[in-house]
């Protein structure tokens, strides 16, 4: 079992930054790909961005490619997305999510194992 508890949302200015993090219980961390995704009011849930299970290889949805940054700290049990030059189209709660037996995180909500309950970003013009 693996519980995820994200932090650092908040309210910021558009061209802003937030860094967002998430801790997981448990001792098997390492084993999981880890992923961000995000969810407008009444949108669909959307892939962000996701991490293979030693941080070296990530990849990123096109909306947020060059401005967010996935990372881990396996020794910390944490991942976290750093989010530079935000606009007001990334408001959005924010989830991180576990995924066993995947290199990269799969882009689709199906498949992930655990979520965590979610941080609000909101995003001022």
């Known amino acids: 079992q693996v519980q995820l508890v994200e932090s650092g949302g908040g309210l910021v200015q558009a061209g802003g930054s937030l860094r967002l993090s998430c801790a997981a219980s448990g001792r098997t961390f390492s084993s999981y790909a880890m992923s961000w995704f995000r969810q407008a009011p009444g949108k669909e849930r959307e892939f962000v961005a996701t991490?293979?299970?030693?941080?070296?290889?990530?990849y990123y949805g096109d909306s947020v490619k060059g401005r967010f940054t996935i990372s881990r700290d396996n020794a910390k049990n944490t991942v976290y997305l750093q989010m530079n030059s935000l606009k007001p189209e990334d408001t959005a709660v924010y989830y991180c999510?576990?995924?066993?037996?995947?290199?990269?995180?799969?882009?689709?909500?199906?498949?992930?194992?655990?979520w965590g309950q979610g941080t609000q970003v909101t995003v001022s013009s």
């Open positions: 991490s293979t299970r030693s941080g070296e290889i990530t």
């Open positions: 999510a576990a995924a066993m037996g995947y290199g990269l995180g799969p882009r689709v909500v199906n498949g992930y194992d655990y």
